[in-house]
C-alpha cells in the first residue's frame, strides 16, 4: 500500500480535520510501504491572499502534524510547493482533462451558483490535486467523505491519460473513516472552518469547554428518552469516548432522564485529556522551529525524487521528452 494525502493550511486544524483525515494519516503511516504526506500551500493559494498569514499557516500545520504522531521516520511529510514536478504534470493532466468534468466538482459549482467569481486555480484545483497523487505512484488517499469526488476525478484522468497513451498512472482509491466521514461542528452541520462552527484541536482548554458548551442540543425535557446516533453531542462524545463508556452513554441517552449539560462535562473532560500529549509536543516543536525545517526539506527531497520519476514516465509516455 502506497498512501498519500494532503491538507491545507488555510487554518488551524479542528476535530472534523483530526478525525476525518489526520488520525487516519497516522495509523496508515505504520500499515503502508511507503506513506507521503503534505502540506497543500499551493491549493491553499484558490483562498488566502495575505503572504504572511500563508506562510504562517504552513509551518503551523507542520508542527499540527508533528505534534499529532506523524512520524518522520515512517511518513514522507513536506510542503506542495517544494515539489515543482508537480505542477508540470498537473498541466500534462490538464490536457486530457475533459471541461465537463470540472464543471461538475463541488468548490468551483458552488461558487458559480453563488454568483461569485471564480478563478482558473480554482477551476482547475482538481487537477493539481490530482498531479498530487499520481505523482507519487499512491494507491490509498485517507480523506474526509467530502473529499471522495477529487479522487474519483483523479481516476478519471488518470485513465483518460493511460487510455491514450498507455499504462503510466496508478489508479487510486479514497479511504474514509466510517465512524468520522462527516464530524458535526457545535451548530450540527458538517465541522468546517468556512462554517465558523469548529472545535479547534489546539484550541486551550478553556476556549474547549466553552465550545463543547455551546454544541447545540434540543430543548426536550431530561426524562425523555433520545436517540443517541442523531444527536450531535452524543456523536462529538462518541469519537472521544472508549468504547465501553460510548456504549454506557448511547444506553442512557435511550433510557433518558439525564441532562445535556452532564454530557458536555464528560465530552469536554475527555477532549482535553485526548490531545493532552500532542499539546506537549507542539510546544516542543514549536520551540525548535530549525527541526521542523530541516524535516520538511528532507520530506521534499525524498518526495522530489518520487516525483521525478513519475514525471518522466509521463513524458515519455506522450511524446514530451525527445
Ligand atoms: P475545512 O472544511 O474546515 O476547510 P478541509 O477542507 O481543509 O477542512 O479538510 C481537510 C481534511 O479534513 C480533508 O481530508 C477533509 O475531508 C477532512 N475534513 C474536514 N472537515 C471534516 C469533517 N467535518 N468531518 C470529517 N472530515 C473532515
Ligand atoms: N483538496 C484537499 C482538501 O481540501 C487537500 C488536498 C490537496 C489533497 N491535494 C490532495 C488531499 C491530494 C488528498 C490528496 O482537503
Redesign the pocket.
Known sequence: MRV?????PTGRFHWGNYFG?IRQYVQLQYQAEEAFYFI?NL?ALTTIRDRELLKQYTLDAAIDLLALGIDPDRATLFV?SDVPQVCELCWLLMTVTPMGLLERCHAYKDKKAKGLPADAGLFT?PV??AA??LAYDSDT?P?GED?VQ??EVCRDVAQSFNSRFGPTFVLPEARVMRDAARVPGIDGEKMSKSYNNTIDIFDPPEVVRKKVMRIKTDCRPPEEPKDPDTDTLYQLYSLFAPPAEREAMAARYRQGGFGYAEVKTALADLAVNFFTEARERRRELEAHPARVREILGDGAAKARRKAAEVLRRAKEACGVIY
Not at 498519500?4 to 491545507?8: F, K, N, R, V, Y
Open positions: 498519500l494525502s494532503g491538507i491545507q483525515a497543500a491549493h506542495q484545483y493539481l490535486q498530487d497523487i488517499v480523506v473529499q477529487h479522487i
